[in-house]
């Protein structure tokens, strides 16, 4: 009996819990941000797969995510002609750039800790944006996340909690 009780009290305050320790998530979207629009999570060095967790949350939320994978990186060589009063030169820059196929991209960063839970590690502190590619790069949205020492919420969590938040937002 002892057993049933602290499993039924863990099932039940567990979600309530999870969502009261997450008030420290800010989330901000501006009402140009429209979540039936594509987003692709901009990739990076990420230990703690918060990027993966990110994409999978938007997608349980119903946002229409793209990968980064498709983004394409073209090689552009860029020819302009300097015309002074007494000669005439040309600049050449040669360079990469990175074609995203959504209209939204977001970009974050994180600082990470030791913790004894979430697989040794856990985010300490969390920053980022959505940006609009349609826009000319207008910010349509920010989020950020800090978390003290003695706390311990793992990054899928948070990832979850941020697709939620993002898609209330832009329901308002």
Same mark, same amino acid.
């Given at each position: *009996?002892?057993?049933?009780?602290?499993?039924?009290? $863990?099932? $039940?305050?567990?979600?309530?819990?999870?969502?009261?320790?997450?008030?420290?998530?800010?989330?901000?979207?501006?009402?140009?941000? #429209?979540?039936? !629009?594509?987003?692709?999570?901009?990739?990076?060095? %990420?230990?703690? *797969?918060?990027?993966?967790?990110?994409?999978?949350?938007?997608?349980? #939320?119903?946002?229409?995510?793209?990968?980064?994978? =498709?983004?394409?990186?073209? !090689?552009?060589?860029?020819?302009?002609?300097?015309?002074?009063?007494?000669?005439?030169?040309?600049?050449?820059? $040669?360079? #990469?750039?990175?074609?995203?196929?959504?209209?939204? =991209?977001?970009?974050?960063?994180?600082?990470?800790? !030791? %913790?004894?839970?979430?697989?040794?590690? =856990?985010?300490?502190? +969390?920053?980022?944006?959505?940006?609009?590619? !349609?826009? %000319?790069?207008?910010?349509?949205?920010?989020?950020?996340?800090?978390?003290?020492?003695?706390?311990?919420?793992?990054?899928?969590?948070? *990832?979850?909690?941020?697709?939620?938040? +993002?898609?209330?937002?832009?329901?308002?």
């Amino acid at each position: *009996m002892r057993l049933f009780a602290t499993t039924f009290l $863990i099932l $039940i305050l567990s979600p309530i819990y999870a969502q009261k320790d997450l008030k420290k998530l800010k989330v901000f979207v501006t009402e140009d941000f #429209n979540p039936k !629009a594509s987003i692709t999570v901009e990739g990076f060095y %990420d230990p703690l *797969m918060a990027s993966g967790a990110l994409q999978n949350g938007l997608l349980l #939320n119903g946002f229409k995510v793209v990968s980064n994978r =498709v983004a394409q990186e073209q !090689a552009e060589i860029i020819k302009d002609a300097v015309y002074d009063e007494n000669s005439e030169s040309e600049v050449i820059t $040669i360079g #990469n750039k990175t074609y995203v196929k959504s209209v939204y =991209v977001i970009t974050m960063s994180y600082k990470s800790r !030791a %913790d004894t839970g979430c697989g040794g590690s =856990v985010m300490s502190v +969390l920053t980022g944006q959505i940006v609009d590619l !349609a826009s %000319d790069g207008e910010l349509v949205g920010t989020f950020s996340f800090k978390q003290g020492g003695l706390e311990g919420k793992c990054a899928d969590r948070i *990832m979850e909690s941020l697709a939620s938040k +993002l898609k209330k937002g832009s329901e308002k």
